[in-house]
């Protein structure tokens, strides 16, 4: 996020956050009585606590730098701190400023971003509205506190849906029963584009994900793929799907010409002016048999995708790749529900951190972070409005990173027993 748009945020919430404190303390060092506030047997009245005394701006700050569980924590100290903290307009400021850093996105955790786009809350407002009736309170107001909880990676765990017991009775079963390999198809721009070559990384790292070999299953035109073994126990099959030969590719990258892209045909435009594309007839065949789809963005900004197709030059990178996505998954077909692993991918990652260092400050030293941020990259190919598993993870693709914890996911989607 920008710096501006960040000052602006810090202002509006602490402003807000200020008149809740001065409705709550009317007077200086004087604290309203609350069911709360431990009674004391003296007969003294009960005295503020440090915390209470800080000034809302110190307050707000110390909130800065506490993990989402800790805020939650503090919350459950006094009525006071449980409405401070679940003032609506700091948790959109969490928003604000930590989804650019999220490292996963998928289809349960996804953020609603049209709450980002809704108003802020009546500037006459007062937050201490909350004190009664709250829970109604909340439900009518944009709840950004929920949906940065369940975006979080250290708070969506508990977000993830649980398993009824039949279902554990029968994982327990269908893992008695021998499955067989899990195959999927690897296809998109950052396959191409980027200066380290995410396929051949994959192909010569043992230590990550150990070549198993090739399966005797071949689809004319594409080969039968490479086996992986993941965590020395479950091998699955990738088929890797590329636009076209190595030698154009190279050439195109090197000299940075455009190339034609032979996995789909361009068909026009429908009435909204969005393109539509067909799947080359062996990439359909391929779609028909694999268990799901891995597709490799390109998360550095700046790499457009390009082609030698007139009528397809004019049309948005975006909307050619939503296109792209959505024809290989019609050309799926049948009732299986197969998922989609988006690997967001740069080249080369940030230089590791040292040290201990709170999450504000890695933010403000990585402010130039040039990759595509997983929830941008969701919205951007329109993942959203799609009715399949989908998920969006960072990758490095010189050391890997990102690709287990993808990996780890699709084969929990395709029934392997992790």
């Excluded at 584009?193 to 004319?220: C, E, K």
């Excluded at 088929?239 to 996995?263: D, M």
């Excluded at 909204?272 to 597709?295: K, L, M, R």
Aim: with cysteine; charged share 20%; hydrophobic share 35%.
């Amino acid at each position: 996020m920008a710096g501006d748009s960040q000052q602006l945020s810090e202002s509006v919430v602490i402003r807000s956050l200020r008149r809740f404190r001065d409705r709550y303390f009317p007077s200086s060092g004087e604290v309203v009585k609350d069911e709360l506030t431990p009674v004391v047997e003296t007969g003294e009245e009960p005295q503020p606590g440090f915390l209470d005394s800080l000034p809302v701006d110190l307050q707000f700050l110390i909130m800065t730098f506490l993990s989402p569980a800790d805020i939650c924590r503090f919350g459950a100290t006094s009525r006071y701190w449980r409405a401070m903290v679940r003032d609506p307009l700091l948790w959109r400021y969490f928003l604000l400023r930590d989804m650019p850093y999220w490292p996963s996105i998928d289809h349960v955790t996804m953020p609603h971003l049209e709450l980002l786009d809704a108003p802020l809350i009546n500037e006459n407002e007062t937050l201490d509205d909350r004190e009664e009736g709250e829970d109604k309170w909340m439900k009518s107001k944009l709840d950004y506190m929920s949906e940065y909880l369940k975006g979080c990676p250290s708070c969506r765990q508990q977000w993830l849906p649980s398993r009824p017991a039949y279902e554990v009775v029968t994982s327990f079963l269908q893992s008695l029963v021998p499955s067989s390999e899990p195959r999927y198809a690897m296809f998109g721009p950052g396959m191409e584009q980027l200066d380290v070559s995410l396929v051949t990384r994959l192909m010569h790292a043992p230590d990550v994900l150990p070549v198993s070999g090739t399966p005797h299953r071949q689809i004319n035109g594409i080969g039968s793929g490479i086996s992986y073994m993941f965590n020395n126990q479950h091998k699955f099959n990738i088929l890797t799907l590329y636009s076209t030969n190595r030698a154009e590719r190279e050439r195109a990258r090197v000299q940075q010409q455009s190339i034609s892209n032979k996995l789909f045909t361009f068909e026009g435009t429908d009435e909204s002016g969005y393109p539509i594309y067909s799947p080359a007839p062996q990439v359909q065949e391929v779609c028909q048999v694999v268990d799901g789809f891995i597709y490799v963005a390109n998360a550095e900004p700046g790499k457009a995708q390009n082609t030698e197709d007139k009528n397809v030059s004019s049309i948005d990178e975006g909307e050619s790749e939503v296109a792209q996505i959505r024809a290989v998954l019609s050309s799926a077909g049948g009732s299986a529900c197969r998922p989609l692993l988006v690997l967001s991918c740069v080249s080369r990652g940030e230089p590791e951190a040292v040290g201990s260092a709170s999450l504000q400050t890695i933010t403000s030293r990585n402010g130039a972070k040039c990759r595509t941020p997983c929830v941008d990259m969701a919205k951007r190919l329109g993942l959203p409005q799609l009715a399949i598993p989908w998920m969006v993870q960072d990758t490095v693709a010189e050391s890997l990173s990102g690709l287990l914890d993808g990996i780890s996911w699709l084969l929990r989607c395709s029934g392997v027993k992790l």
